[in-house]
């Protein structure tokens, strides 16, 4: 176990994931919200939105496509055009001027795309042509089916890791603090490495060895990009969303995790889910040494036992967060938390500041 881990801590108290330090261990996780403007430029909303909740020790940004191609649903932002940097200054400087610290999560898609959610020239890829077998909101919001995505070949597996790396470098010449890479829920890096969506025989596919390597190779070269104590992952063992269904998680996962245990990354994002033998955060301080932001489903007590058990050295909180700008603040007061509305998720039916932006601080 890392010392970043063991050492017992208050929520409250400040802590450093690699280079980045934060206020306090409370973390707003990555939420997809639907909002970005033409281009898929990040609007003012979306900087108002970021800078209501600065309170949290770090915010780590919804998912935002490297490139065209890595866009699969409606109103994502992207972070590969000049006008979407300068839309991510706008939020950078916004948090950054309330105190707060902000990462870019980096979120290929991969399969999981609609081709009318994207650029009519954007391709749909993956390590294998196996198609996401569930479907995903289109344009208007209703399911529509994925489309078939076309086969990598090994030759261009290194342009799309270089389309990461510059997306890194555009995260923080925007201001970013750092980024996540996004290694769950069935996008492009969890297809590479799930069993059965990664039918690959060359050096990408077959073992978990082949099967992680796409990811390490990625995050190697995030860390090259913009230096190592700034770059995050997540990662979701045994998770079945998008069609994933990994022959031997904990296997894979143990080769991932001691394949980047020394590259000095800042941390790792678990969502941590019920996995049949060996728990996943048992898993995870098994292999990994470095801090552990722990995630899904937990309340301000369930967080404080864990940080007391130095189980993990943060605690990230999506729902919470929507509906609870000042998060923080209710935290410490003790105050109730209010509810979000399902409703306004992904979308503000016609006015993105609805279940966005008009959520209030709670009253003093
Ligand atoms: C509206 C919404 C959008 C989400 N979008 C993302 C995303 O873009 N990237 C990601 O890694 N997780 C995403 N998640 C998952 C959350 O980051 C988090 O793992 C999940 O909500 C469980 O944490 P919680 O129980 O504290 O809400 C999303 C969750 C919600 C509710």
Redesign the pocket.
Known sequence: MGEAATIQADIFDPVELGDIQLANRIVM?????DRAGPGDVPTEVMAQYYSQRAGAGLIVT??TQPSPTGKGYWRTPGIHSAAQVEGWRKVAEAVHAQGGKIVM?L?HVGRAAVAANKDRSAETVAPSAIACPDPIPGPDGSLTATAMPRALATEEIAGVIAEYAAAARNAVAAGMDGVEL?C??GYLPMQFLSSNSNRRTDRYGGSAENRIRFVVETLQALADAIGAGRVGF?ICPGVAFNGMADVDPHETYAALLKAVDDLGLGYVHL?HIPLEGQDALDLVHEHWSGPVIE????TLESARDLLAQGRAAAV?????F?ANPDLVERFRKGVPLAKASRAT??SGAGDDRNGYTDYPNMEL
Do not use: D, L, V, W
């Open positions: 996780a990555p939420m997809t919200r919804e998912g999560q979120m996004h769950a829920s997540r969502i995630n899904g489903g937990m990230s909180f999506g729902y919470a929507i998720f992904y």
